[in-house]
């Protein structure tokens, strides 16, 4: 556990541990809950298929590729214990492979139309 108080920047770093030099790394989804077993039921997005979600959300430059930095504000879940679970899913490409997810940036999903 890593204890904050509410609105304090929360700083993560995520490091891919290769002795190939040619991986980038790339955060696609970071997903919080209050409970550490269910991301689906009551979840709030910070970041999604590469779209940020979270206004406090900023990234961090980092001198390797294969290491991805950054910070949101901490929250609380209103109505819920006072922790937050976080789950984050990240992509492992290869370096100036631009077809790649890590080079996809975000990606919304267009919405279907509804039939009549």
């Keep these: ?4 108080d509410i609105n ?12 190939d030099s040619n991986l980038v790394l790339f955060v696609d989804t970071c997903v919080a809950s209050p409970t550490p077993h269910n991301f689906t039921t009551v979840t709030y997005d910070i970041i999604r298929n590469g779209c940020v979600r979270d206004s406090t959300y900023a990234t961090y430059y980092s001198p390797y590729s294969h290491q991805v930095r ?21 992509a ?3 370096t100036y492979d631009y077809s790649s997810r890590c080079y996809q940036g975000c990606i919304t999903r267009s919405k279907r139309e509804a039939s009549s």
């Design 1 to 4: 556990p890593y204890y904050v």
């Design 8 to 19: 304090q920047d929360l700083f993560l770093e995520a490091y891919l541990h290769n002795s």
């Design 70 to 90: 950054f910070k949101f504000n901490a929250f609380q879940f209103i109505h819920y214990s006072p922790s937050v679970y976080l789950k984050c899913e990240l």
């Design 92 to 94: 492992v490409c290869r």
